[in-house]
């Protein structure tokens, strides 16, 4: 029998092949790896019948032999296995014992035998901790304790204490290798920033030219200081305020871009996220209607880096559920998702630019050439310091890496499927995210393109990211390393291996394992995972630590937003503008409708237009009204048709935008100053035309001399006004086909409580209603204009003027006033409802 010693933490243990060796940080176990990236139960170290061996237990970060991530792994002299990291993982050296080894090279796993060297080893004890000679470490009786691989070089310091299984108390990366280190000296300061003048260079996109300084002050304390960053400075995760400043302490981390900054004695360490970080779900429970329902139960799973995740699930199963919940767009009731060992709900305000997401639907405007929509989208996404040059090569590097730079001047629309979601994939990849998610990228794709498009994921992958996708092609899931399985009712039913899966289910194929989840709805799923063998290799290590005791609370408004106000309103109004020229067919109409509204105006008989009537008949012209009243109408239309579907449309593309960071009220002023031009300039069309062959009156009440000008003013507030109420119908619905019908409504009630219909005025209920139509105000505006009370008096009744059509300017300063007052009461609706299409976490 070949005698294997272990060498571990300047320990040895000779072997004992009667029996297996437990490795991780659950302290029942043979070995204790106090290590955060070591799971709790790793992996196992057995003789094997025929040599011994190390198995990996599904872990999170793995378990690596000769660099190379391993399931299994023969064990010999000489062999040097790392867990949780390959290069700087808890290392495990194997040499020979007293006994001459039988090396046994397979070709398939071969192991580095030789050596055999003689060795002064102890006897491996039945289990490997009680028997030690009692060694002079703070672990004496204890199991064999590893210390984490001393990660901040503190020369005789403790190693980090976590929690087992909790994340790191600081929330930084506290056991990945630091990328580098800057000496700094007392009293001296270092500026952190991309600009090559920093003393500390950070060459990320994401951090501005002088972004912090951090201050050494003689007195021992240590001070970072933002320096008005676009992005901001974090520190633990919180953002600091714009040229904010706090004291730092040795555990404390500061995030920077995709750098992380760590203070050990006079160094400052900083670890570069550059996408190899872990990612693990625990316990993640969402419950609504008041925790009465729960659509999601009790989800955990955990994936190492480069790794790439395919949910499948019967419809209902909680797919969508669980993939807001792993964004952080709609936080889980319950449990935590940590991203590189970090809280990512209470760390969302940092982490969120590490975070990729492409839902089903376009994120870019699809009249637009893709080059152009990727150079847009990143400078609503980068800093406002990153010069147009630097985000254009960024734009160029990601369309050549997707294989798209062919296709850059097409326009989206005419891109077959596969290619438009490279190009959402693309504009997710601008900001070199770590992790990315992707909703259903394969519905609606033929099987050539779904294969395509999983290919394309797995480079992602391979290219050091983290990548999740939820589909319902189950045709490549081969290509992925772990399937996560949802059962109806949110639980888990499997996660593991692709090929394992199916032997799991007991079926050969993917459309009966589905079968059995509609034919036996009510049967425990999960608690047949839960029990099974897959369980406890890929997720039970997970699910030994406690979930979250207290409800996710909601973190309130972010602030840090990458652009200024301004910048991100001339942005989107740019592309708004390009998106409006480009849909040639929204042009034509747009002219068309004012066009068609005026000439339909023409055709009303008015032989006096505008002004007054003949002496003999008191100065009467009732066809003014008429011909006022279908302008009004007209304007009401126009104004509200263009705008109800603007934000409806875009909800999706708003929706991710709003994650990283656009403003909310920037988003709805660009609208408002887009949709305001198209409209007044269409208002201009309907008077020029309505107006100009019409008899006006003699004079205005403000503009005397010009009435028609005057009444025109009037017509293009109403028309500002109703675009204002088109958005708050936008924002309201849920759907576009939602509308249309609401338009309808909105504009024959507009029509019936214009005043000319009837009388409104003096009569309680129906007068005040009126008041809320700005079809009322914008008539009464007019109204005074053409002395609206003389044109209309009945030659037989005794006169009621309307007290809003009085030929004076006070009352068309009143009536306009009053429309402007509705336009901004809608813009604060629209602010009220748009929240409802944002991510959770961003509502404040
Ligand atoms: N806010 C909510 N209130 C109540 N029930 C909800 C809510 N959101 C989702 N649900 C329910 O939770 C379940 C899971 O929904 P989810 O959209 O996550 O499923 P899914 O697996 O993504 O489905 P599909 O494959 O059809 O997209 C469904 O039964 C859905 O009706």
Not at 690 to 712: D, H, K, Y
Request: charged content about 15%; proline content about 7%; glycine content about 10%.
């Amino acid at each position: 029998m070949p005698e294997l010693v272990l060498e571990l933490n300047g320990q040895s243990w000779t072997l004992d092949p009667t029996r297996s060796y437990s490795l991780g940080r659950d302290p029942q176990g043979d070995f204790v790896l106090q290590d955060s990236r070591v799971s709790w139960r790793h992996a196992t170290v057995r003789w094997g019948g025929q040599s011994w061996v190390v198995e990996d237990h599904g872990s999170t970060n793995g378990t690596y032999a000769q660099g190379q991530r391993v399931q299994q792994q023969l064990l010999g002299p000489g062999t040097v296995i790392h867990l949780g990291n390959a290069t700087d993982g808890p290392r495990l050296s194997f040499t020979g014992g007293a006994e001459p080894y039988q090396s046994q090279q397979t070709a398939a796993m071969p192991y580095q035998s030789g050596q055999g060297a003689a060795y002064q080893s102890q006897q491996a004890p039945a289990a490997p901790y009680q028997s030690q000679q009692a060694p002079a470490t703070p672990y004496q009786q204890q199991p064999p304790q590893i210390p984490a691989t001393t990660p901040y070089g503190q020369p005789g310091g403790p190693p980090p204490q976590q929690p087992a299984g909790a994340p790191p108390a600081d929330g930084g990366q506290p056991n990945n290798g630091a990328t580098s280190l800057h000496q700094f000296a007392v009293g001296q300061v270092t500026r952190i920033g991309r600009a090559l003048e920093n003393e500390l260079v950070v060459p990320d996109l994401q951090v501005s030219r002088l972004h912090a300084e951090f201050q050494a002050h003689s007195d021992g304390r240590f001070e970072i200081h933002d320096m008005g960053s676009h992005n901001g400075t974090y520190v633990n995760g919180q953002q600091l305020p714009k040229n904010g400043r706090a004291n730092l302490g040795p555990n404390d981390t500061v995030g920077i871009g995709h750098s992380t900054f760590r203070l050990v004695g006079n160094q400052l360490q900083e670890f570069v996220d550059t996408g190899e970080v872990s990612f693990s779900a625990r316990h993640l429970t969402v419950q609504v209607n008041n925790g009465q329902t729960t659509i999601l139960n009790d989800v955990s799973f955990g994936v190492p880096e480069k790794s790439l995740i395919g949910v499948i699930g019967p419809s209902g199963s909680g797919k969508s559920t669980l993939l807001r919940a792993l964004t952080g767009y709609r936080p889980a009731t319950y449990g935590e998702v940590l991203y590189d060992h970090r809280n990512l709900y209470t760390h969302f305000a940092e982490l969120r630019h590490r975070i990729g997401l492409v839902p089903q639907d376009d994120i870019l405007h699809t009249a637009l050439p893709i080059r152009q929509a990727l150079r847009l989208a990143a400078q609503l996404r980068f800093p406002g310091d990153v010069a147009v040059a630097e985000r254009n090569n960024r734009v160029e590097e990601v369309l050549a890496e997707l294989k798209l730079l062919p296709h850059a001047d097409k326009r989206i629309s005419s891109l077959s499927g596969g290619q438009r979601k490279r190009v959402s994939v693309a504009l997710e990849l601008l900001t070199k995210p770590s992790l990315i998610f992707l909703d259903e990228p394969t519905s609606g794709l033929d099987p050539g393109m779904d294969r395509d498009v999983m290919q394309l994921l797995r480079g992602l992958a391979d290219d050091g990211r983290t990548v999740l996708v939820v589909t319902h092609s189950v045709a490549e899931l081969g290509l992925c390393d772990r399937v996560l399985v949802m059962a109806p009712g949110g639980g888990v039913a499997y996660f593991g291996a692709p090929d394992e899966a199916l032997n799991f289910f007991g079926y050969d194929n993917w459309a009966d394992v589905f079968s059995a989840f509609e034919n036996y709805r009510d049967y425990d799923w999960m608690g047949r995972w839960r029990g099974s063998q897959h369980y406890q290799m890929y997720a039970a290590d997970l699910d030994a630590v406690q979930p979250q005791a207290a409800p996710y609370q909601p973190m309130g408004v972010i602030q840090q937003k990458a652009q200024t106000w301004g910048s991100q309103v001339l942005t989107l109004m740019r592309r708004y503008a390009a998106v409006i020229l480009a849909d040639k067919g929204f042009l034509g109409l747009t002219v068309a409708l004012p066009v068609i509204l005026g000439l339909v105006s023409l055709a009303i008989p008015a032989d006096s237009g505008l002004g007054y009537g003949p002496p003999e008949n008191g100065l009467r012209n009732g066809d003014a009204s008429i011909v006022l009243l279908v302008l009004v109408v007209g304007m009401c239309f126009s104004g509200a048709a263009n705008a109800v579907r603007e934000l409806i449309k875009e909800r999706v593309i708003y929706e991710r935008e709003r994650a990283v960071g656009l403003s909310r009220s920037a988003y709805l002023m660009s609208k408002v100053f887009v949709l305001g031009i198209v409209t007044v300039l269409q208002g201009a069309i309907l008077c020029v035309i309505g107006l100009a062959p019409r008899e006006m009156p003699e004079e205005g009440v403000l503009f005397t001399s010009s009435p028609a000008v005057e009444m025109s003013l009037v017509i293009m507030v109403l028309g500002c006004t109703s675009m204002m109420i088109g958005l708050v119908i936008s924002a309201l619905v849920r759907t576009s086909e939602m509308t249309m019908p609401l338009l309808v409504m909105i504009s024959v009630v507009q029509l019936v409580f214009t005043g000319a219909l009837f009388q409104v005025h003096g009569t309680l209920g129906v007068e005040q209603l009126a008041w809320l139509m700005p079809s009322r105000w914008a008539l009464a505006g007019a109204g005074t204009t053409v002395d609206l009370n003389t044109l209309t008096a009945s030659p037989t009744e005794e006169p009621d003027p309307d007290p809003l059509w009085k030929h004076e300017a006070g009352f068309w300063l009143l009536d306009v006033t009053a429309l402007l007052v509705l336009a901004v009461i809608c813009g604060f609706l629209v602010m009220k409802f748009l929240r409802r299409h944002e991510p959770e976490v961003m509502r404040a």
